[in-house]
C-alpha cells in the first residue's frame, strides 16, 4: 500500500486516481504523519459467462427426469 501526503494528493489528485485505477493498489494520505484517508480503486474486471462453456464435460448416466431416490433415504425404510 503507498502513503502519500495530502498536498501531495491535493496538487496531483487526478493523476493519482489515474493510476490508482491502472495499479489496482490502494493509497494511504496521512497528514503530518497521520493517516486519515484510504482510497481504494474500484476494479470492474467482471469476467463475462460463456454459455456452454461446460459443454462435453459431463456425461449423464440414466433418467434424469423420473428419478426414484426412496431406497437411499433412512427414514423411508
Known amino acids: 500500500m503507498k502513503n502519500m ?5 491535493k496538487a496531483k489528485c487526478i493523476a493519482v486516481l ?3 485505477q491502472h495499479d489496482g493498489e490502494p493509497i494511504t494520505i ?10 481504494e480503486p474500484i ?10 462453456a461446460l459443454r462435453g464435460m459431463m ?10 431416490a426412496s431406497s437411499d433415504w433412512e427414514m423411508n425404510q
Open 5 to 9: 501526503v495530502i498536498s501531495d494528493f
Open 18 to 20: 489515474k493510476g490508482a
Open 30 to 39: 496521512t497528514w503530518h504523519g497521520h493517516p486519515i484517508a484510504r482510497m
Open 43 to 52: 476494479l470492474d474486471k467482471a469476467t463475462p459467462r460463456k454459455f456452454g
Open 59 to 68: 456425461r449423464i448416466k440414466g433418467d434424469i427426469v423420473h428419478t426414484d
